[in-house]
């Protein structure tokens, strides 16, 4: 637990920013600020959109890890990959791939489109490694039971899936309600966009803080949705009963729609982006190529972001062992209060840094050190989840027989955990540097003087309607994305059908 305390605490940084503002501000005027028409609106678009999101990349992604992984779909092995690929696409460039094309994707509807492709992802991953890890003698005793396919699956499958689903699905609504670059390119108006419209335009702080508190109640709903939906219900198992492969579901004649909806699904998360970066690449009145740029930008963005992944890793690690190891409210709370961050908009993050080290810690102000803190407040919560499903997984009981071998906990640890949770920690890691290439607020905020990003010299470009210059930066962020993306392929798709 004391492991833990050292994070805990930066992560509630920006929170304990929020409460001070809106202390500050005073009851009457922050009541004022929050009862006014425009809040009202503002939380109406962003609990619509987070809600039909949630749901939507929910559906989508337990559906294509299921037609993937447990029926006789041809072409699994070229799917898995292309299905996990959009994690290398920025939200904000998938949506400057359809804004450029179509301007109908503005508004509600297409940012409804454009979020859900951009993080249906987020389940489908979870969801197809936990498929992979069932345990198949439990569906075979339902089948012989006389159930169908249909209840054998709403009745053993989807509860041992819950894990990995509900984890997916917060990490989607967290993501949603910090999302700014995406919506502010749809002119889709969230309480994101509108904290950093007023910090902005107006620099209109209580304003600000007031929304970012809205913010944090969401993700606290969020957070008791998802842990009462869970439960307290174990998924270990000890055996060798899941090494045998799945019996797979025979298509037959729904063969055809099943694989037309899977590549559809492919199509419309890959192939508009790509093929409007491509397309302003060859035809942009704008596009340019300098080299020197593109290659010191690129450099500054992978180091950031494996700065960031490492980081994340090894400091989420003693969390979620104790939430899963040590159950309890102490535990809870502790792996609880991470994801407060992750809610927030990068610029409340941001400016709730620049605050603390002005006054108490002046050295750090704008240094690589105090952004990749940035970073790992941020995106905590992608090596979070995937470090509890895959600890979730792993049998506590082989820890007691190594200790009852006499194993001291730094061998068993080294020899029997880690081996067992290593694909859930690539996982994590992989999904923070993919995070970091992406992310713009909390970089133009917090990065050194002359430190540009990937993230951020697209977004100069496209804020200038520059769609050519900024087409290399975009084809960019997804060349330094390819590499994190393999590695979940590769962590997630050993056991994908041949």
Known sequence: ??????????????????????????????????????????LS??????????????????????????????????????????LAVPAFVNSYG??????????????????????FPFVYLPVAASLRGLDPALEDVARSLGHG????????VLPQLRPALLGGCLLVGLHLLA?????????????????????????????????ATVLAVGCLLLLTIELRARGHRRYARVGSGARRDPERVQLGRATLPVLGAVVALVVLALGVPLGSIVRWLVVGS??????????????????????????????????????????GRWSTMIERSTYFGSALPGIVVALALVTVTIRWATPLYQTTAMLVAAYVILFLPRAMVSQRAALAQAPPVLDDVAAALGAGPVARIRRVTLPLIAPGLGAGAALVFLAVVTELTATLLLSPIGTATLATKFWSATTSVAYGAAAPYAALMVVVSIPATLLLTRRTGGATAT
């Open 179 to 211: 999302e700014f670059g995406a919506l502010q390119m749809l002119r889709f108006p969230t309480f994101t966009t509108a904290i950093y419209d007023q910090y902005k335009s107006t620099f209109s702080g209580p304003a600000a803080s007031g929304l």
């Open 1 to 42: 637990m004391l492991l833990a305390i050292p994070t805990v605490a930066l992560t509630l940084i920006p929170l304990g920013f929020i409460v001070v503002s809106a202390i500050s501000t005073g009851a009457d005027e922050l009541w004022r600020l929050l009862v006014r028409p425009r809040t009202g609106e503002l």
């Open 45 to 86: 678009n962003t609990a619509r959109l987070t809600v039909a999101t949630i749901l939507t990349a929910g559906v989508i992604g337990t559906a294509a890890a299921w037609a993937v992984e447990r029926t006789s779909l041809p072409g699994r092995r070229i799917l898995h990959p292309l299905l996990v690929a959009p």
């Open 98 to 119: 359809w804004v450029s094309l179509a301007t109908w994707a503005e508004g509600f509807h297409g940012a409804l489109l454009i979020v859900t492709l951009s993080y």
């Open 286 to 327: 704008s596009t340019a190529f300098p080299v020197g740029d593109l290659v010191s930008a690129a450099g500054t963005t992978a180091l950031l972001a494996a700065l960031a992944a490492a980081t994340a890793t090894v400091v989420a690690l003693p969390i979620a062992w104790l939430s899963v190891r040590r159950p």
């Open 149 to 156: 396919p249909v209840r054998v699956f709403a009745r053993v």
